[in-house]
């Protein structure tokens, strides 16, 4: 089928909406509460465009035979000012100080559309305390727009379901059940509702930091053998966090605790970076290739003492499974012992 957007033809499939259209062909939308590895709600209502005069959200229409889309004039301008009007009137003015300012989807457009403060602040105004319980992020109910791509993460993908909404109206909010702390829930500390905010209500643990003064370089995650893609945020030649690589497999955007957030032995003091090797009972530093001819010395001497079995070998899941492959090949073939395991196979 085909649809108008803009006075110009596209193609579309059925079941598509209007949104998906657009991303396809280059047409920029804006959204706060849409990700395409999710179900649509329209919870933002950012995303208008207008169809037959009246406005109406492009994530969840769906398109058909001969559809007239307009996504750019002067009533879907000020349809979407409203709403960021609305969002911001009830949002905390705080970017200066804000961790996520510089890469906050609300602040941007709020810039764009020209809201600068909100014009309903004179009346009620949410006032929540701050959830500090989880030892990796916080979770400020007051910066929360109620986009609700937190809550439909943890439960469609990461399948936790640790957070939902609570209350109605005015005094819906996104929480743990009961409106409990998030240390008490079931929570597994992945970050992923955080890698999906678009504002400032989640955040990992307040670093002092400007997104703008790090570099990111893309890499992939060494705690297991999935090979899920990050990105490493550094400032100088120190490792400050991760966040994850989205539009790439295996992992889309998604990652475990380890791989979000245990990254701090990066720059552990006590982190071994050299070989040591024991003389006269004293560790001392030592290139790798002699540490390479002491460990075949150590195994041929073993070996012609009391067999190849005497040996064992326990690979590690954070190596490729490349090399873990010829690991298990050089304890079989070379050494000529069964005796390999692996950390993760428990």
Avoid at 21 to 28: F, L, Y
Avoid at 179 to 204: H, R
Wanted: aromatic share 6%.
């Amino acid at each position: 089928m085909f649809i108008k957007i803009d006075g110009n033809r596209y193609e579309a499939q059925a079941g598509e909406t209007v949104l998906k259209v657009c991303e396809r062909n280059g047409i920029h939308i804006p959204t706060l509460c849409h990700d395409k590895r999710l179900n649509p709600t329209g919870s933002c209502r950012l995303c208008l465009v207008e169809i037959k005069g009246k406005l109406d959200t492009s994530c969840t229409v769906p398109v058909r035979e001969g559809m007239e889309v307009i996504t750019r004039n002067d009533h879907v301008v000020k349809g979407r000012r409203n709403v960021l009007d609305l969002l911001f009137s009830n949002h905390p003015n705080d970017c200066l100080n804000c961790e996520k300012s510089g890469v906050c989807d609300l602040q941007d457009y709020c810039y764009e559309y020209d809201v600068k403060d909100g014009s309903f602040r004179s009346g009620e105004r949410k006032q929540y305390p701050m959830d500090t319980s989880n030892k990796f992020y916080d979770y400020d109910a007051d910066k929360c727009i109620l986009c609700g791509k937190c809550v439909r993460v943890c439960q469609e993908l990461q399948c936790s379901d640790a957070i939902g909404y609570i209350d109605r109206g005015f005094g819906t909010k996104v929480a743990a059940a009961g409106g409990g702390l998030l240390a008490d829930s079931p929570c597994v500390s992945c970050g992923n509702c955080v890698a999906v905010c678009p504002a400032g209500a989640l955040i990992e643990k307040p670093k002092n930091l400007r997104r703008w003064e790090l570099k990111r370089t893309r890499t992939t995650c060494g705690f297991c053998g999935v090979g899920c893609q990050l990105d490493l945020l550094t400032k100088g030649d120190q490792v400050v966090g991760v966040e994850p690589a989205f539009d790439t497999v295996p992992n889309e955007g998604l990652l475990c605790v380890k791989g979000r957030f245990a990254y701090n032995f990066i720059n552990h003091g006590d982190r071994l970076k050299t070989p040591l090797i024991r003389r006269n009972g004293v560790l001392e530093e030592a290139t790798w290739d002699d540490a390479y001819r002491l460990i075949a010395q150590k195994i041929t001497q073993i070996k012609e003492e009391s067999g190849p079995d005497a040996i064992a070998g326990f690979s590690s899941a954070r190596a490729t499974n490349e090399d873990n492959y010829l690991f298990q090949k050089m304890l079989r073939a070379v050494i000529g012992t069964n005796n390999v395991d692996h950390c993760a196979r428990l």
